[in-house]
């Protein structure tokens, strides 16, 4: 991937009928009963899990009285919210035979069973994971948060490293890939991790500047067993995109990339870093992305981090950014196609709106279409996705295995390779204090377990995961001193 972008190619819920993100939201408290959770501790591990609810969905064999009972008590629980959450049972087990399906659901039924039903939720091993695959780039994006450049970085790993990175995501039960950079179509090894990551069950999506994509390349996207490709495009306008890409032409192909790989069926969404340089051109990219027959938009929030602080003037004021998402939030009820936000606060406002649209996005890779009879549950499911993923059901690995809580985070963890990547997931103190909404700048706002505010915004801005997030409206006042101390740094 080009730039800034990252954290949001994810899961196209055209691929299922059941939405998986509204399915585990609204499982919630019916897997949080005793018995369940005994049992569910009993599973060793994801995979067995996985094959448990492959058992449940009768497309496999149960191996032994045990995976027989516990898929007995999961045919319970299914069914008994199939009745209350008002969905069918059956559309169900047809999604579940998808492998991405299954590893989703028992990634958060492990997480319930370790945890409880935590607000909001934690989980065994992040949902997603957004791979920094290389530092090597074709562009030179003024945005750029992982700084990439025309060469790969000498620490990059070798490809048994990455395969030993995948096989490790696979035994924690991360259920999707999104492979980002630097931009991933430019390295040699891309085509080979991504086949065996789609092999193994993986959720794969690519995040790329899309210059890459011919009609071949599309289709071997498609072979290879990519499902949803998120490409970046900052303005309508393609001398200002190339502009700030630092590239001749490079709108045209990306745009030609898009084209591309839609015409080869995949999904596909368009990425834009929203700033103060574009935000008013919002509506024109939505014209545009409709008229390319996206799938999807997402404004990134945008990080001053990376090259991004070369240009923190650019940074939206609450007001700028809580108008944008308004308007997001409309043109998302309105159309078909998908229209997200990095900035967490889009959680509460589509749960102000909720009684107009019936929709909630609760985080930035998910909307729950939920009917007017469960609208006052928006509230609950929204905190039990929770806004900001950072280090809790998200979180990025670099081009050299370090893991970091998110793509706009830089904070070394830990490294895979090193370190084992689950024992970095459970032990390390940034991510426990990332997941505790009690204890950030947050603790006293009704919305903490909602949003949470962007982390990495707070440790841009304050050098400290736990501080404020200056976009909210709420911090208004931090807003106006920061904005005094650009200005007298200027
Ligand atoms: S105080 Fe924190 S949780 Fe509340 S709205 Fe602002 S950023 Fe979100
Ligand atoms: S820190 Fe949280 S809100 Fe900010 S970009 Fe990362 S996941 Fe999103």
Known sequence: MDDKNGS?????????????????????????????????????????????????????EARGIR?????????????????????AEESLKEALKDPYTRKAIANILMGIAKFGITRPQKLCAPFMIVWNFTKQCNLRCRHCYANAGPHPAPDELTLSEKLEVLRQLDEAGVAAISFSGGEPLVNKDFWNVAKRAAEMGFYISVATNGTLITRDVAKRLKETGVRYVEVSID??????????????????????????????????????????????????????????NADRLIAFNFVPTGRGKEIIEMDLSPDEREAVLSYLYEELTAGKMQVFSTAPMYAIVSLKNIDKGGKL????????????????????????????????????????GDIQPCVFLPIKVGNVLRDGFLNVWYNNEILHELRDRDHYACSHCEYRYICGGCRARAYAYYGNVSAPDPSCVFNRDLWNELTEEVEASE
């Open 361 to 400: 996005t609760p985080t930035h890779f998910a909307e729950l279409s939920v009917p007017d009879e469960y609208l006052s549950a928006g509230f609950a499911l929204g905190e039990f996705l929770g806004g900001c993923g950072a280090g809790r059901i998200y979180c990025s690995i670099e081009h050299n």
């Open 8 to 60: 949001s190619a994810t899961v196209s819920e055209d691929d299922t009928n059941i939405e998986v993100t509204s399915l585990m939201a609204s499982l919630q408290k019916i897997f949080n009963s005793r018995l369940f959770r005994f049992a569910m501790k009993r599973v060793e591990t994801p995979r067995k899990l996985e094959h448990i609810v492959g058992v449940y969905a009768g497309i496999l």
């Open 235 to 292: 303005s309508p306008n393609p001398e200002e995109h190339d502009e700030f890409r630092g590239i001749p032409r490079a709108w045209k192909r990306s745009i030609e990339g898009i084209r591309n790989a839609k015409k080869e069926g995949l999904s596909v969404g368009i990425a834009m870093t929203v700033t103060r340089a574009n935000h008013r051109q919002l509506p024109e990219m939505m014209e545009l992305a409709r008229n390319l």
């Open 67 to 87: 995976e027989k009972t516990i898929s007995y008590l999961l045919q319970k629980a299914m069914s008994k919210s199939a009745s209350r959450f008002g969905f």
